[in-house]
């Protein structure tokens, strides 16, 4: 059995995270697989898989980094893992992609049938 996590990964609400990326005032990146990330992606989100996570490439251009995936849980692994490596970290999205759209925040998608990107 495991104890409580000392020091969870800081979580920002959708709207938090939407409103600091329109503003540019944050790296936003999607630790999700590339089948899903060109699925369906929030605009401005930098792909960069947890499967292949190497928290020293990350790329920032000088903004703290927030951490998205689908549901909140990988991006909290992501956070995690970039903190242990020693790179300054922000946040992650709660809840993830799911917590975004829920929130009915605009996401691109690929119309699987012709290929179409499409904001929605």
Avoid: Y
């Avoid at 503003?23 to 930098?46: H, K, M, N, T, W």
């Avoid at 960069?48 to 928290?55: R, V």
């Amino acid at each position: 059995m495991t104890g409580p996590v000392e020091n969870p990964a800081p979580a920002e609400t959708p709207g938090d995270v939407h409103r600091a990326l329109e503003r540019g005032e944050i790296c936003l990146i999607d630790v999700r697989e590339p089948g899903e990330f060109a699925q369906q992606r929030i605009s401005g989100a930098l792909l960069f898989p947890l499967s292949t996570f190497n928290a020293r490439f990350l790329p920032t251009g000088g903004r703290p980094i927030v951490f998205c995936c689908g549901t909140g849980k990988r991006s909290a692994a992501a956070f995690e893992m970039a903190r242990r490596d020693g790179v300054a970290v922000r946040s992650h999205l709660d809840g993830g992609l799911l917590a975004w759209r829920g929130a009915r925040l605009p996401v691109f998608e690929t119309d699987p049938t012709t290929g179409a990107i499409r904001c929605v």
